[in-house]
Each structure stands twice: as structure tokens, then as C-alpha cells.
């Protein structure tokens, strides 16, 4: 739009880059370098309103406080279990090594003897059906505060699932679908019994490289048993001493243990922050390794492409500018957002644009979009070979398991189109389609949410752990299901509730889900955004129109 | 004019005094308002320096190139079932390379019981355990495996070689002291690696040389009281070795934990279901009370056919690692339908415990027959259900060593019998095994 406008339009929007008026010619022509500003195309404009709204104050001075109180409690509690008053409900280490050196120190165990026991009804809850849109859940009950559940034989029927990672809601089980599957179910039974080196590597297995390859648009890929063990094995093996990892704030337990695994150098840098991570990036090409200044080996970035717990995508055109200008490598951890972001569900590369040959490390998982289990890392061919000779899953770990492996062959084509069908795209379209709807119409009325508006994790921001554990009972009172995270997932001061929308939920689903928020919110006083949201979308953003002021 | 006078003459100090004290107030002056001479800022680069460096940098290829006959870049690839009967590469073979002890792995109740499963659950849990990816199939499981192990309670992890890769770090933390067999494997490693604790190695099967490090240690703690008295200690043993494919003497370990008041983990991913009259393990074999075993940790993938883990015990020790296994709380959960397959498999060992003589037997019978191989040293005990076989004399290079076994291999699958090399990474080992 700048491009086509007349001089006087232009002029300001080269000035935001950083280059001074005096620089630029009549015709806009220019030879100095620009800063990194926004992009001019649709794809980059779009996504970047990613709003992170606090709360107001004395939601921060409540959740403290209420914190206090209970931790005051838990001392007391403590003291009376010690004196003898109190029944003490844990086990206890046996007689017999009573004087070996304690397993357990005392206050590691503080907050889960005094405060997760209270609550901790919300989590681990069983479940007897498949975890589509709607679950059946087993109801258990406690007759002791937490410490004991003993189920009561009944079934909780039909309760609407946000919290399982079913994007594309392909955890079915109609048999039609899951033909192929059940074939290799009766041909190669369930397990493998071997590693991938040594005579575990089944011609499915190549298959499915193969199509996970064309599916992402890269040379070639490889596939792993378990996609937390794809990141916590196969960093070690691209990086090692003397070379740096700068990972975002935010990253997965994986690949935090990845990269200490591997012993590189670890540097943390603000989550999505740009200026952070180049600031980092400079002074590690300027000055080197900490003390002996040699130049570093490697530098790899690691992001991941949505953050489970904030909603938020990575900035991946900027991260990829600054990766090309000081020659580091990118590492994109997608566990979440393959299949479920994007046009045709190739993950951030495509929702971005960006040539998926820019990223050096590409990795993944099957357990979200494609229900079943597993990793991925894919790239150019140089790397898939080397991780096939020096990976520590290939050569110490079991292969994937067959059934599971097709259904992944079975999703992929799926969503491909391979198999024919438009059944893929529909999915997409829908969990697009979904995902907007709810988040539009959870702030229009008024809750604070982060993330961007593209991304089907929902986290909605509850802050004081007391509405948190009511929220969690009170939806599924209303035969709703819902996921909560608190401290030490999420920072002490930002408990959430996160859903996670799927393309097999209905419009009905959702509207029964949001009718109950409402209800649940007011209850509860948990609508603390103070923006007001219209339902109509925006019909101009101001950042398009360059004004010359 | 008088007083004027002797004010003169008071004051008149000697000149030199007042011109010393005028330079030494300059003096003072000067060296106040002089520039500071900072010793870093001579190192501070400026700007552009800071972009030479940057266009300058070269770092290294993300990846080493791989020559193409790379010994394990091209893998044998296996089409059809993998079973007793395996097709390698195109040829028909009887399969003496997978570790699927019990022949569970085309059992068609097991079968059965998965295609059941998968009708009603799907494929993938979509979740980890602690949020809506516990099944009952999984409750199930766990509490079946635990009265299998006649322990209090189970937990299951959904791969294999996480199970003591996470259980491990989940205990001991910095400043605590394990003490670990040289022979242990890759996966112990991994865990040991994570947990950033003290390791001390004793030679393998060696109770003297344990012994020795114990007593070390007992001397450097009664050096320092307090801190011993919040250093836990363990010893991490295998039941069957992978890589030696010999057992441990657990009777000799209980009494070294006694004495020495140190915890014992046991990992039995190739004995459980091998060992012992029912399957039970090592503990069954020597007759140990399982309680003395403070973690046994084992994964299904070998006899039971299936894939995963799982850790068991005292629930005082077991409870721990819900909240505090990171392959347990930050991975999705076991698809049903493996747990499904575990449960029936469960169901005819403790149906059948003939099988383990049976398999006893058989392997006593490979033993001897492959006990005078000239030029192919056995390595193994006679119960072992996997044996090594490794180079009498060695050439001394390991290259060459791999590729003469690699041909042994071959010269195998060319008469229809299936054997592998046993695979490592050369770089990662601790104390590296013979090729073999």
C-alpha cells in the first residue's frame, strides 16, 4: 500500500526504518541500511496483534495475599502433624532405613504436602472413552481432602473436552478411518523390539519419513518414538561444548533439558523479544566464549512455534533476519502448531510466508494434530543423515510403533489430500474458523486472554489459586472439562485456565462452553479485562495508514 | 602601625612554604577535574568493528558431512512383521536379532486385545498424563504391573528409555553421590548426566571395588557430618546387562546397602520377564525380598512386546515421580492401545509361567552350541536371552573390527539367520564396549 501511494506518503514510513529524511531522494531511492521494521505484506501485518493485557492491582495484591494465607496454613499444618495433633497421610519411608539419609528434604515437599493436596482433584482426572470433542469421565470421589480417590463405578457421560490436544480431531475411532490402522494392527502386531539401527527399521518407517518430508516441503526427515525424547536426544547430538544456545524464555521442558544435556553454553533472552535476542546474538559474535574469548563454535536459536502455556507465535520473519544476518542456526520446536496453524496446515512457516529451507532445524510432533505419538525432525539432507548416524534415539531406542506410524501416514495424507478427499482442508478451515469465533467472543465479554488471535490455544488469565481450583469445579459441575496451570508452570502471579479448541467441536459445543463461561465468570468475578471489544471486526488498523504527521 | 607591623611579621610564613601549598592545592585541582583512565574501555569496540566481527565469523557446518558408506547411515530395512520369522533386505530370515524374548509380539490375543482397544479409544492420547490423558487402561495397568512385582505401586511412562532417564534425576540432585556400574547403559547415562550428581563408577560385577568406594566415602563423611547428613546416596545396578549380558549379585548388593546405608535402584529392562520362576526378575531369581529394592525401573519393549515403561516400588518412592518425572508430566501419555497389548501380555505370562523354563532352556541350548565358534568370543551368561559375540583377537583398529563383524553378518543373512551388530556412538560412550 506504501509503495503505490504518492511520495508524501512514503517518506515517513522509510523514516520509521531508521534512515534520516535528509538520506532519502526525491524519488525515495535511498543506500543506507533500514532496521528491521514491520513488513509490508499482508502476513506480517496481520500477526502481530498478540495483546498481553495485565490485570489491574489489586488482583496482584489478592493473589499474594491469598497465596500468604495458605502458605501461613501449611505452617501450621505442618507443626500439628509434627506435635502429633494431625493424622500425617503420607507415606512414610519403611522401619528398616529410618536411619538412612531422608529421600525427601522437608520443604520440597512443602507445597505439595499443604498446598497441591488440597486441590489436586483438578488434574490426573481419568478418563474411559477416546478423548474426542465430548469425554466420558470417571468420577471419583475423596473422602479424606485430597489424599485418597476411590472411584465410584459411574461414568460422567458426554463431557465436552477442552483440554485435550486434538487440533484436528483426529483422535476418533470410526471404523472406516482407522481401517488401515487395524490392517497393520492384525500384520505387525504392536511393538518392535528393536532400535532403529539395528533391525527395528521397518519399510513403514521410511514411508513415513518420506511423507513427512513432502508434507513440510523439506529434503528429507526423520522420525522418533517420542517427541519429548526427539528434543532431549537429538540437541546433544547437533551441539556440543563451546558452542551457545540461546533459547526463549518460555521453551518446553525438552528442550531445556536438550540443551543442558548437551553442556553448550545456554543463554536465555525475553520471550518474542526481538531487541533481546539481537543484543544477545551481537555481543556473542563480538566477544566470544566467557572467558578465554575464542570464537563460538555454533550459535543455535531455539523457538518454539506456538508457546503451549501463553498462546503466542514466534516472530519467525524477524528471527530469521537476524539468524541470516549473524550466520546462527534455527532450531523450531512445532510441536503445537503443525497441523494446526497455516493455510494447508504447514505450521508457522507457511502462516508466515517463509521459506521452510530457512530453517535449519525443523522439529515436531504427532501427538497433537495427528493423534497418535512421536516426533519428528526434518531438514536439509546433510542433517537427517548425520542424525541418523549419531542420534541417541536411533541407535539406543525403540522404534515407533507400527499402528501408530500409520495413522500418522494416515492423518498426514489426510490432510494432504492424498487420499482424495477434502476431509483435510475442511478440518483446517474449521479449526480456523473455531478458533477465531471463540477467542472473539471470550473477550467480548470480557475476560483477559493472551496469544494471538490465530493460535487455538486459548489461555484465559484467572491470577488468585482459590478461583482457579473453583473454576476448574464449578465447569465441571456444568460437564465441562477444562485444563488449569498454576505456579511453577506458569509464573506465581498468572494462573490460567487454557482450552484448546478443535476442528471437531461444533458451533453448538462451543457456544454451550461459552454460556457457561459467562456464567462461571460472574460467578466467580473473573472478567478483569478492562478493553472493550465490539463484535464487529476492525475496519481500519491505524498501523496501515501511514499519516504524514 | 605598630600591631599592623607584628601582624606582618606573624604572618609572614617563609615563602617557599606558601609556594608549596599553592602548587599542591593546583596539583589537587588538576588531578579532580582530569579525565579517569578506565582500563576497559580501551577493550570497548566500536561500532564499526562490532560489524567487521560480524561479517567476519564463520561458524562451523550446523552437521559434519556423512560419507555415503557410513557404516550405520543406511539401514537394513525390515519389511513385514518383525517377528521370529523377519524379511531383511529382501531375504526370508529366522530372527535371532530382536529382543521379543517371549515371541509375545504375534501373539493374536494380543492382537485382539489392541484391535478392541483401538476401537474404542483411538490411536493417541492427545495429552499428557495430568491433563485428561490418564485412561483407565493406564490405572489398569499400573496397578497390574505393581501385583505382578508384588510391589505397592506402579507408574508408566510412555517410551522406554525415558522410564530411567527421568526416574533417575527425579531423586538425586547436585551434591548427591551414585555410584554406578561401568557397564551401565546409554539410557542410565542420559539419567545420570541429567541429574548433575557426583558419579563414582565401579568395574563392573566388581563388589570389592564397590566396596572400596563406599568405605572412601563413609571416611569423607565422618570428615564432614552435616553435610552427610543431607547427601543422599545411591547405587544404580542392572539386572541383566545390555552390554555384557551378565547378571548382578543382588545378595551381595542388599548387604552393601545395609551397611553403608545407601538406596539401590534396578533397572530390569532385560530381565523382567526373563528372570525368575514367574518372570519376576532378578529379585525372584536370587530370592530378594523386593522390598529391600528401593526402585525397580524396566521397559516393556523387550519381553513384553509392547512399548513404554514403568517404574516400581513403595508408593513412598513411586508418588514422588508424579509430580517430578519429566517424562512422566511433560510427555503425552501411552496410546491405549500399547497399554491394551501390555495388560494381555501381563495375562499370559502370569497365565503360563512355563514359558520362562522353556526359555531358560533354550538359551542354556544356544549357549553351548555357540560356546566353540573358533575366532568368536561368547559373551554372556548361559540364562541370557541376548548374547555377544565378540572377536577373539582384536586387529586393533575398532573400524576394522566392525566391518569383519559386519561380514559375519552378512555371511548370517546369507543363510537365512538374522544377527545385528550391536550398535553405540562411539563419542558418547563413558567406557566404550568391544565392538561386537
Not at chain 1, 494447508?344 to 529451507?357: D, Q, S
Not at chain 1, 541407535?395 to 494416515?410: G, H, N, W
Not at chain 1, 490460567?496 to 462451543?510: E, N, P, Q
Not at chain 2, 507408574?155 to 532417564?165: E, K, R
Request: charged share 25%; net charge neutral; glycine share 8%.
Amino acid at each position: 500500500m506504501a509503495t503505490t501511494a504518492a511520495d508524501g506518503n512514503l517518506k515517513p514510513y522509510l523514516r520509521k526504518n531508521g534512515v534520516k529524511r535528509e538520506h532519502i531522494g526525491k524519488n525515495g531511492y535511498h543506500n543506507h541500511k533500514e532496521k528491521n521494521g514491520q513488513g509490508t505484506d499482508v502476513a506480517s501485518r496481520c500477526h502481530k496483534h498478540e495483546p498481553f493485557e495485565q490485570a489491574p492491582m489489586y488482583v496482584a495484591v489478592l493473589t499474594y495475599l491469598g497465596f500468604g494465607i495458605v502458605t501461613l496454613f501449611g505452617y501450621l499444618r505442618d507443626f500439628l502433624r509434627a506435635v502429633g495433633l494431625e493424622k500425617c497421610n503420607i507415606a512414610q519411608e519403611r522401619e528398616k532405613q529410618k536411619d538412612f539419609v531422608p529421600l525427601y528434604q522437608d520443604f520440597e515437599n512443602f507445597y505439595t504436602r499443604n498446598l497441591y493436596m488440597r486441590v489436586r482433584d483438578n488434574w490426573n482426572r481419568p478418563i474411559c472413552s477416546l478423548p474426542g470433542p465430548v469425554f466420558d469421565l470417571m468420577e471419583r470421589v475423596s473422602d479424606d481432602y485430597n489424599w485418597t480417590f476411590r472411584f465410584t463405578g459411574k461414568t460422567i457421560h458426554n463431557v465436552i473436552n477442552m483440554g485435550s490436544y486434538n487440533y484436528l480431531g483426529f483422535a476418533e475411532n470410526n471404523a472406516d478411518f482407522l481401517k488401515t490402522v487395524a490392517d497393520k494392527v492384525r500384520q505387525y502386531g504392536v511393538g518392535v523390539c528393536s532400535t532403529r539401527q539395528e533391525i527395528g527399521n521397518l519399510s513403514i518407517h521410511e514411508e513415513l519419513e518420506q511423507l513427512v518430508a513432502n508434507f513440510l516441503g523439506v529434503e528429507s526427515a526423520m522420525t522418533y518414538g517420542m517427541g519429548f525424547a526427539t528434543n532431549s536426544m537429538n540437541i546433544p547430538a547437533l551441539v556440543g561444548r563451546g558452542c551457545l544456545i540461546l533459547s526463549d524464555e518460555l521453551n518446553h521442558t525438552s528442550l531445556i533439558l536438550g540443551a543442558r544435556l548437551s553442556g553448550a553454553t545456554i543463554r536465555v533472552f525475553k520471550h518474542n523479544n526481538m531487541q533481546s535476542l539481537e543484543k544477545m546474538l551481537k555481543e556473542a559474535v563480538c566477544s566470544g566464549q566467557p572467558r578465554t574469548h575464542r570464537p563460538w563454535k555454533k550459535i543455535l536459536i531455539v523457538v518454539e512455534g506456538i508457546y503451549s502455556m501463553e498462546g503466542s507465535v514466534v516472530l519467525l520473519p524477524e528471527v530469521i533476519a537476524l539468524k541470516k544476518k549473524y550466520k546462527a542456526y534455527l532450531y523450531l520446536d512445532e510441536a503445537h502448531s503443525i497441523g494446526a496453524v497455516g493455510q494447508t496446515g504447514r505450521g508457522v512457516t507457511e502462516l508466515f510466508n517463509v521459506n521452510p529451507a530457512d530453517v535449519d532445524v525443523m522439529m515436531g510432533t504427532f501427538t497433537k494434530s495427528f493423534g497418535a505419538s512421536g516426533g519428528y525432525i526434518a531438514g536439509k539432507k546433510e542433517l537427517v543423515d548425520y542424525l541418523r548416524t549419531h542420534s541417541h534415539s536411533a541407535v539406543y531406542a525403540t522404534a515407533m510403533s507400527p499402528p501408530a506410524t500409520e495413522q500418522i501416514i494416515r492423518a498426514m495424507k489426510c490432510i494432504m489430500g492424498k487420499d482424495g478427499s477434502t476431509e483435510g482442508l475442511r478440518r483446517i478451515r474449521q479449526l480456523a474458523e473455531n478458533t477465531k469465533y471463540f477467542r472473539s467472543r471470550l473477550k467480548e465479554m470480557g475476560f483477559i486472554i493472551y496469544g494471538n488471535n490465530d493460535s487455538p490455544v486459548v489461555p484465559v488469565l484467572l491470577y488468585m489459586p482459590a478461583k482457579v481450583v473453583a473454576f476448574a469445579r464449578e465447569m465441571l459441575a456444568r460437564k465441562i472439562g477444562v485444563v488449569v496451570v498454576g505456579f511453577p508452570a506458569t509464573p506465581i502471579t498468572e494462573a490460567r485456565a487454557r482450552f484448546c479448541v478443535s476442528a471437531a467441536h461444533t458451533r453448538d459445543m462451543l457456544n454451550q462452553v461459552l454460556d457457561c463461561m459467562n456464567e462461571v465468570g460472574d460467578l466467580l468475578c473473573l472478567k478483569f479485562s478492562r478493553r472493550k471489544y465490539s463484535p464487529q471486526p476492525d475496519l481500519c488498523d491505524e498501523t496501515d495508514f501511514e499519516l504524514d504527521s | 602601625w605598630c600591631s599592623q607591623h607584628d601582624w606582618v611579621e606573624d604572618m609572614s610564613a617563609p615563602a617557599y612554604h606558601l609556594i608549596l601549598e599553592g602548587i599542591l592545592i593546583l596539583w589537587i585541582i588538576r588531578l579532580l577535574f582530569s579525565k579517569t583512565y578506565k582500563l576497559h574501555e580501551t577493550y570497548k569496540l566500536t561500532e564499526k568493528e562490532k560489524e567487521e566481527l560480524i561479517e567476519e565469523w564463520q561458524p562451523e557446518a550446523l552437521v559434519p558431512p556423512v560419507s555415503k558408506d557410513y557404516p550405520t547411515l543406511n539401514y537394513d530395512v525390515v519389511t513385514g512383521p518383525p517377528s521370529h520369522k523377519i524379511t531383511i533386505n529382501g531375504k526370508d530370515c529366522i530372527n535371532f536379532a530382536s529382543f521379543n524374548f517371549l515371541g509375545l509380539l504375534d501373539n493374536e490375543r494380543v492382537k485382539q486385545k489392541a484391535l478392541a482397544s483401538l476401537k474404542k479409544y483411538g490411536v493417541g492420547t492427545c495429552g499428557p498424563r495430568g491433563f485428561y490423558g490418564t485412561f483407565d487402561v493406564h490405572l489398569e495397568l499400573e496397578s497390574r504391573l505393581s501385583k505382578f512385582m508384588k510391589t505397592e505401586e506402579a507408574i508408566l511412562y510412555s517410551y522406554g528409555f525415558a522410564t530411567i532417564a527421568s526416574a533417575i534425576p527425579a531423586y538425586s540432585k547436585r551434591g548427591d553421590i551414585i555410584f554406578v556400574d561401568e557397564a551401565a547403559c546409554f539410557a542410565i547415562q542420559k539419567g545420570l548426566q541429567a541429574s548433575r550428581s557426583l558419579i563414582k563408577y565401579f568395574k563392573h560385577n566388581d563388589m570389592e571395588d564397590l566396596e572400596r568406594l563406599l568405605k572412601e566415602q563413609e571416611l569423607e563423611d565422618l570428615k564432614n557430618p552435616r553435610k552427610a547428613r543431607v547427601t543422599r546416596k545411591f547405587i544404580v545396578v542392572e539386572g541383566l546387562y545390555i552390554n555384557t549380558a551378565d547378571i548382578c549379585p543382588l545378595p551381595e548388593l542388599v548387604k552393601l546397602k545395609y551397611k553403608y546405608k545407601v538406596r539401590i535402584f534396578l533397572e530390569e529392562s532385560m530381565s523382567f520377564g526373563v528372570l525368575g520362576d514367574h518372570g519376576r526378575g532378578v529379585t525372584e531369581h536370587f530370592g530378594v525380598n523386593i522390598d529391600d529394592i528401593d526402585l525397580i525401573s524396566a521397559n516393556m519393549e523387550n519381553a513384553l512386546a509392547s512399548i513404554g515403561g514403568f517404574c516400581c516400588g513403595r508408593s513412598f518412592v513411586i508418588d514422588h515421580q508424579r509430580l517430578s518425572g519429566q517424562g512422566y508430566c511433560f510427555s503425552a501419555s501411552l496410546p491405549p492401545m500399547l497399554a491394551a497389548a501390555a495388560i494381555e501380555a501381563l495375562n499370559i505370562m502370569e497365565e503360563d509361567p512355563d514359558v520362562f523354563r522353556v526359555l531358560r532352556e533354550k538359551c542354556k541350548h544356544v549357549y553351548n552350541a555357540l560356546q566353540g565358534t573358533p575366532g568368536l568370543k561368547l559373551a554372556g551368561v548361559p540364562v541370557a536371552p541376548a548374547l555377544h559375540l565378540e572377536l577373539e583377537r582384536s586387529s586393533g583398529s575398532r573400524e576394522s573390527d566392525m566391518k569383519q563383524l559386519r561380514s559375519v553378518v552378512d555371511y548370517c543373512m546369507e543363510r537365512h539367520v538374522a544377527l545385528t551388530l550391536a550398535r553405540c556412538l562411539e563419542k558418547e560412550e563413558r567406557f566404550l564396549p568391544p565392538p561386537r
